[in-house]
């Protein structure tokens, strides 16, 4: 092998071991999203009565807070859709919240349209983010259970990473909330949007 095409040979295997340092360092940052959940508040012990939402009704009641434009948040609702498929009797809603400046219609999105063909379930518009802020709620997917008397049961959300759907320690504590038991209430990690976030640039 000649000088030259030595130098040819080393140059290649240099392009390819940064090519593959560069690769690794992508997933290494893909994961590191997918494991960082978004900031979280504390829910109230008991329905506060300043609420605008309906106050329970003798059920159980869950709420959740989404981001209209969340693309992490079609996993969180595809875990709603299979919690509230196991539950009988309960109050169920989604409060998408549309930050303050925002133009009419900003909320309409396609995670709304896939939410309103949910059964039995209440779809509202949180102006301003006042009732997210009131229960806490800082992250699209953070969801709120209250028992059948108005106690909290479970606060926090229901996927495990960003984006990822399947069983998880969030939909488990969650249900067993809903059936009255006090789980979670010091909160499961959330992964999604900020709430107030008007371009929903955390993804």
């Not at 709603?80 to 196991?86: K, N, S, T």
């Not at 997210?132 to 229901?158: D, K, N, P, W």
């Not at 067993?176 to 900020?194: I, N, P």
């Amino acid at each position: 092998m000649d000088m030259q095409e030595r130098k040819g040979t080393r140059w290649f295997w240099m392009a390819s071991a940064l090519w593959f340092a560069g690769l690794a360092a992508a997933f290494g940052l893909i994961a590191l999203e997918d494991g960082r959940a978004g900031a979280q508040g504390t829910a109230p012990q008991v329905w506060p009565a300043e609420s605008t939402m309906p106050a329970h009704d003798g059920r159980p009641t869950l709420v959740m807070f989404l981001h209209p434009h969340c693309p992490c948040s079609s996993a969180s609702l595809g875990e709603f859709e299979r919690m509230i498929a196991q539950l009988d009797n309960a109050t169920l809603m989604i409060a998408f919240v549309k930050p303050e400046g925002t133009p009419q219609g900003w909320e309409d999105s396609g995670l709304m349209r896939r939410a309103r063909g949910l059964p039995g379930v209440t779809i509202l518009i949180d102006e301003g983010g006042t009732e997210s802020r009131r229960f806490g709620a800082r992250t699209s997917g953070h969801l709120v259970v209250y028992g059948a008397t108005g106690e909290l049961t479970f606060q926090g959300g229901i996927t495990s990473a960003r984006g990822h759907e399947g069983d998880n320690v969030g939909r488990q504590g969650a249900l067993a909330g809903a059936r009255g038991a006090a789980s979670c209430c010091a909160g499961t990690e959330v992964f999604g949007c900020s709430l107030d976030d008007e371009e929903c640039n955390e993804r």
